[in-house]
């Protein structure tokens, strides 16, 4: 059983050498546990964060233990009741090709019509982000302007669409022309603004006309200073990520706005999706409504074999991910 671990903590984008791939057995499920072959592995930003050993929300990875994260598998061998071999399931595994686990941890995939990669994405740990974050915090009402960054990925795409269908008028951040385009052209953006030209300040401005009622933030850094000189009365910002300070952890001193905050008397919180576990299945009943009636299109990039893992999660720190990064590790 191939299995990759956290071979050192990284500075910086974490190179070959911080994963180290490992041979081990395939252990026996005990009593209430199944075996899982991995099929999908989910690749997230949020994995960079426990990398390192500074205090978090979550646990950092051990070094010498296997990277983990969500998993779509078929279940192998059973030793829990109600959970039958080659029936499909989802969970937090290690990048393992097979997981031993309690099946108490997984959650079965009874609908398997639609695509099985979705359970990582729309329909996973990135769709709840969006809909507890933007609806919770964000609360955007008809007519408003929302804006939101890395807005062409996993987090990104479904907030800009929620937003849309909440009657908003939606602001996408992306880098380059491929990605902007296709907020406009394939999510229904009313605008996209590339960060990476050289007049981002002022193709912002414009799209910003009347300013911005909520900012969801998935990246931090020079980007949201430009969007917090935009922002309205009452405007309420999301914080929900930081990528662009995630491999400089030093670099980032945090915000600058505090006078702006006042003058406009924004809300800026931040949030752990963890957090809103109670409602999951209410918002994950409400995310497959939208998915089949057309209104949420979801991209991914699936990159193919377990050894690629590591060069997946990379492609997330400059943006050749073009939606929702994950690796298939095994045919259906
Ligand atoms: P994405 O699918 O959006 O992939 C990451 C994207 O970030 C890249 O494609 C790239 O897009 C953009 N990016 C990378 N580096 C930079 C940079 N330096 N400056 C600006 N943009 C950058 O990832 P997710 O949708 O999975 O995650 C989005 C954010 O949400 C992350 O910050 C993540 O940590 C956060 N998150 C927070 C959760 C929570 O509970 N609070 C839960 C899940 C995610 P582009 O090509 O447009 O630059």
Redesign the pocket.
Same mark, same amino acid.
Not at 240 to 244: E, N, T, V
Not at 270 to 274: D, E, P, R, T
């Given at each position: 059983n191939e299995q990759i671990v956290l071979a050192k903590r990284p500075e910086g984008i974490p190179g070959d050498d911080i994963f180290r791939f490992e041979e081990t057995e395939v252990q026996e499920p005990a009593e209430g546990e199944v075996t899982v072959k991995s099929i999908y592995v989910s690749v997230?930003? @949020?994995m960079r964060g426990r990398m390192s050993a500074g205090k978090s929300y979550t646990k950092p990875f051990e070094v010498g233990a296997p990277m983990g994260g969500h998993v779509v598998g078929k279940i192998e061998k059973s030793n829990a009741e109600g959970f039958e071999e080659g029936k499909y399931v989802k969970g937090i595994m290690g990048w393992q090709r097979y997981a031993t686990v309690p099946a108490d941890h997984l959650s079965k995939i009874s609908n398997t019509e639609l695509p099985l990669h979705l359970y990582l994405s729309t329909l996973g740990?990135?769709g709840q982000?969006a809909y507890h974050?933007l609806l919770k915090i964000g609360k955007p009402e008809k007519g408003e302007t929302v804006v939101v960054?890395?807005?062409?990925?996993?987090?990104?795409s479904v907030v800009g669409q929620i937003a849309k269908i909440k009657g908003a008028r939606v602001v996408g951040i992306?880098?380059?022309d491929e =990605?902007t385009k296709y907020l406009t052209e394939t999510l229904g953006f009313d605008a996209s603004v590339d @960060? =990476?030209s050289d007049d981002f300040g002022e193709q912002l401005e414009d799209a910003l006309s009347e300013g911005v009622d909520v900012y969801f933030e998935?990246?931090g850094?020079p980007?949201s200073d430009e969007v917090f000189k935009h922002l309205n009365k009452f405007s309420r910002i999301v914080v929900?990520?930081? !990528?662009?300070a @995630?491999n400089n952890p030093s670099e980032d001193i945090g915000p600058r706005i505090q006078s702006t905050l006042i003058k406009t008397q924004t809300l800026m919180q931040? *949030? !752990?999706?963890?957090n809103y576990a109670d409602d999951f299945e209410n918002a994950d009943r409400q995310l497959s409504e939208w998915i089949n009636e057309g209104k949420i299109h979801t991209e991914v990039s699936i990159d193919e074999g377990f050894e690629n893992l590591p060069s997946a999660f990379r492609k997330? *720190?400059?943006?050749s991910?073009f939606? =929702?990064?994950i690796v298939k590790v095994a045919d259906e």
């Open positions: 997230d930003p @949020y740990m990135p982000t974050g960054s890395a807005a062409s990925g996993a987090v990104g992306a880098g380059g =990605k @960060y =990476k998935n990246v850094g980007v929900c990520g930081a !990528i662009s @995630y931040g *949030f !752990i999706v963890g997330l *720190f400059d943006g991910n939606g =929702k990064q």
